[in-house]
């Protein structure tokens, strides 16, 4: 089976820079995503990393280190609207079909 | 970009009755569509894979008879709530990938979600 540890909640301040980490613990690994959820909206997908290193997609970026299962989501020049929900999600293949599996989510509360 | 349609947004009914949502995609085919279940300030847990044509895969836990779902068409999934209790209460997300069941693609595109009230 899949597991994901994330932190439950994290405060910044507007402009500063914050990182959600995310370790996981998977019978197959294909690959880490994050997405991005508001209260009371839908998760929006916001990066992936298949392999080692760093993906960066505007002020948000995401890392990977599948050596340690670990990955986190750095998010810079915080905004206001950043304040969401944020998970990481593992693929399985359990059963014959691709599906995600979420972590638990972090509530990011940005304050000005 | 994928877009989908989940309706309705929000429902209120009787316990004992049944409710039904459903899930489309609107500018691609979706062969395969998952259903989400999420309680306040939790994470989205997975009910079922829908897929077109076939029966839906659950996921342990989750009864079937329960949880009616149907893929009937290629941009169509319905989830129906049958006998619906106050512990069903809760926020129901569908999602779809493009591709087939097997897709590498990592990429899903959710529906605005369903948040269903039995009282």
């Known amino acids: 089976g899949q597991s994901l540890e994330q932190p439950s909640e994290v405060t910044a301040v507007e402009g500063a820079i914050v990182q959600i980490n995310c370790t996981y613990q998977?019978?197959?690994?294909?690959?880490l995503s994050w997405y991005q959820q508001h209260d009371g909206g839908a998760p929006t997908f916001l990066s992936y990393?298949?392999?080692?290193g760093l993906e960066e997609t505007g002020r948000f970026s995401s890392f990977l280190s599948r050596s340690d299962s670990y990955g986190y989501l750095l998010l810079q020049e915080l905004q206001m609207k950043d304040s969401a929900s944020y998970f990481c999600?593992?693929?399985?293949?359990?059963?014959?079909?691709?599906?995600?599996?979420f972590g638990a989510g972090t509530r990011l509360a940005v304050h000005p | 970009g994928a877009v989908v349609s989940q309706h309705p947004s929000r429902v209120i009914c009787k316990s004992g009755t049944s409710v039904k949502i459903e899930c489309r995609s609107l500018?691609?085919?979706?062969?395969?569509m998952f259903w989400y279940r999420q309680f306040p300030k939790q994470s989205l847990m997975l009910m079922a894979t829908?897929?077109?044509?076939?029966?839906?895969?659950?996921e342990q836990g989750v009864e079937k008879d329960k949880f009616l779902i149907n893929h009937a068409s290629l941009t169509l999934s319905t989830l129906t709530v049958t006998s619906a209790h106050p512990e069903d209460s809760s926020f129901y997300i569908c999602?779809?990938?493009?591709?087939?069941?097997?897709?590498?693609?990592?990429?899903?595109?959710f529906g605005a979600g369903s948040r269903l009230t039995v009282l």
């Open positions: 999602s779809a990938r493009r591709g087939g069941p097997t897709s590498g693609a990592n990429v899903l595109t």
């Open positions: 998977t019978s197959g690994f294909y690959g």
């Open positions: 990393n298949g392999l080692d």
């Open positions: 999600a593992v693929r399985d293949f359990s059963g014959g079909y691709n599906k995600l599996i």
């Open positions: 500018d691609f085919q979706a062969t395969t």
């Open positions: 829908s897929n077109e044509g076939s029966k839906a895969t659950y």
